[in-house]
């Protein structure tokens, strides 16, 4: 509920949730470098989840790997859209792709990079 009404507040702003744990050194070096961001882009909303303190929003958020970077817009995941499903989208309105953009792994030059597309 907490992690909805986040999502929720958030309004039309990008939310980027990091999913990582305390013991993982991946994590650790993203801590910093997140957190920077969080600094210089303040229209968009960082949330990190502890998956070891949160393991059912974990699980309900299929994470298999951390640190995990998952986007949410309008509190709904951002999905990934080929270039034809972009063009078949803007043609017909009912068209919705089920694919999630996630990323796992520490690249924060990546991570920003994919933050910079979506605000």
């Known amino acids: 509920d907490e992690f909805q009404t986040f999502l929720k ?5 990008l939310v980027v949730v990091e999913f990582s744990a305390k013991w993982c050194g991946p994590c ?10 969080s600094l210089q882009y303040q ?10 303190k949160s393991r059912e ?3 309900t958020c ?6 995990t970077f998952q986007m949410f817009k309008q509190a709904k995941k951002v999905t990934v859209f080929s270039r034809f499903q972009r ?3 803007c043609c017909r ?7 999630i953009f996630e990323m796992c792994g520490a690249d924060a030059k ?3 990079a994919k933050i910079r597309e979506l605000m």
């Not at 229209?43 to 070891?52: E, G, L, P, S, T």
């Not at 309105?93 to 694919?99: H, K």
């Open 28 to 37: 650790k070096r993203m801590c910093p470098l997140i957190q920077a961001m």
């Open 62 to 67: 299929n994470i298999k790997i951390i640190p």
């Open 43 to 52: 229209n968009v909303m960082f949330a990190n989840v502890d998956v070891d």
């Open 87 to 89: 063009i078949f989208c």
């Open 93 to 99: 309105r009912e068209y919705v792709s089920n694919q």
């Open 9 to 13: 507040t958030a309004g039309c702003k």
């Open 57 to 59: 929003l974990a699980q």
């Open 110 to 112: 990546k991570l920003e």
